[in-house]
């Protein structure tokens, strides 16, 4: 299963969830407190996604492994194109 695939079940699980509270059903009453707390949840939830989101991305952002010989690599093919166009007759 991919992970995509994971996050579209949970979403469901939690919106079934949430809709079967929410539009209280025959039989189940929720007190006034916790209906308020479970009406805006979804939007708590969200929130709460984009800052995971946000904190994943800054943190490998800042663990971000440098390569050193691919960066060494890529100069000499910078500068083996510059001496291709100059021999070219291409001016800078």
Known sequence: M???AQ???GLALLGSAWAALALSP???RLPAPYRQALLPLPVYLLVAFGCYALAT???RVATFNDC???AAELREHINAAW???R???LRF
């Open 2 to 4: 991919t992970k995509l």
């Open 26 to 28: 025959p039989g189940l």
């Open 87 to 89: 021999r070219r007759g």
């Open 57 to 59: 991305v800054g943190y």
């Open 68 to 70: 050193e010989e691919a």
């Open 7 to 9: 996050w579209l079940w």
């Open 83 to 85: 001496e291709d166009l």
